[in-house]
Nanobody
Framework: QVQLVESGGGLVQPGGSLRLSCAASGRFFSINAMGWYRQAPGKERDLVAAITSSGITNYADSVKGRFTVSRDNAKNTVFLQMNSLKPEDTAIYYC???????????????WGQGTQVAVSS
């Protein structure tokens, strides 16, 4: 019904940059917040950055000043620009979106399949 498809992960050296994209498709009424989470091996999935439909952003302290979240509401797409990457940024990055499927329904969270980001020399 609702699909989130991520792209843009890969292997990068420390100090490098990557840009992740996540596009929502399917049948739905509206999307509120969209964002990115990450999960490293043996750790919990944590919020990286999120953005509301009006453009209000929220970042994890560990990525402030290095990562930038943005979105294109017309294309139901959220982006994560990651600069000055560090080895500790290595994780699977998951896209998340709060979606109202029917106009009369409530918002529900949907997840993408994840994209691997590896930072290593």
């Amino acid at each position: 019904q609702v699909q989130l498809v991520e792209s843009g992960g890969g292997l990068v050296q420390p100090g490098g940059s990557l840009r992740l994209s996540c596009a929502a498709s399917g049948r739905f009424f509206s999307i509120n917040a969209m964002g990115w989470y990450r999960q490293a091996p043996g750790k919990e999935r944590d919020l990286v950055a999120a953005i509301t439909s009006s453009g209000i952003t929220n970042y994890a302290d560990s990525v402030k000043g290095r990562f930038t979240v943005s979105r294109d509401n017309a294309k139901n797409t959220v982006f994560l620009q990651m600069n000055s990457l560090k080895p500790e940024d290595t994780a699977i990055y998951y896209c998340n979106a709060d979606v109202r499927v029917q106009w009369y329904g409530e918002y529900a969270g949907f997840w993408g399949q994840g994209t691997q980001v590896a930072v290593s020399s």
